[in-house]
C-alpha cells in the first residue's frame, strides 16, 4: 500500500509560481513511476508530469505540451517526495492537482495510477 499526501497548493496571480509537494509512505518509491495529474472543473482529469525509473539513478520524466518548460517534476527519493514546481502560471492552469503513484500508459493512450492523493487546488488569478 502507499500512501500519498500533497501540500502546497493556493491562490497566486498569473506569471507567478508554485510548488507542489507529495509526500509517499511505503517502501520501493524509488523505483515507482510518478505522476501529476489536474482535473479542473467540468473537464476531464489529464496528466500533467510524469517522473520514471530509467535504471540506476536515471530518471525519465515528461509533460502535456501545455506545461513544458513552465513545470518541472522532480524527486527526493531519500524523503520518498516527489514535487511539480509551476512557474510562469496562467488561469487555465486552474484545477485540483493529484499526485499519483504506479502511473502507465493503458490501451486507449490514457494514463492511470494505482495509488492518489486527495488532491490540492491550485488557483490562478488573471
Known amino acids: 500500500q502507499v500512501q500519498l499526501v500533497e501540500s502546497g497548493g493556493g491562490l497566486v496571480q498569473a506569471g507567478g509560481s508554485l510548488r507542489l509537494s507529495c509526500a509517499a509512505s511505503g517502501r520501493t518509491f524509488s523505483s515507482r513511476t510518478m505522476g501529476w495529474f489536474r482535473q479542473a472543473p467540468g473537464k476531464e482529469r489529464e496528466i500533467v508530469a510524469r517522473?520514471?525509473?530509467?535504471?540506476?539513478?536515471?530518471?525519465?520524466?515528461d509533460y502535456i505540451d501545455s506545461v513544458k518548460g513552465r513545470f518541472t517534476i522532480s524527486r527526493d527519493n531519500a524523503k520518498n517526495t516527489v514535487y511539480l514546481q509551476m512557474n510562469s502560471l496562467k488561469p487555465e492552469d486552474t484545477a485540483v492537482y493529484y499526485c499519483?503513484?504506479?502511473?502507465?500508459?493503458?490501451?486507449?493512450?490514457?494514463?492511470?495510477?494505482?495509488?492518489w492523493g486527495q488532491g490540492t487546488q491550485v488557483t490562478v488569478s488573471s
Open positions: 499519483a503513484a504506479n502511473t502507465r500508459v493503458v490501451p486507449g493512450g490514457r494514463y492511470e495510477s494505482d495509488y
Open positions: 517522473i520514471s525509473w530509467n535504471g540506476g539513478s536515471t530518471y525519465y520524466t
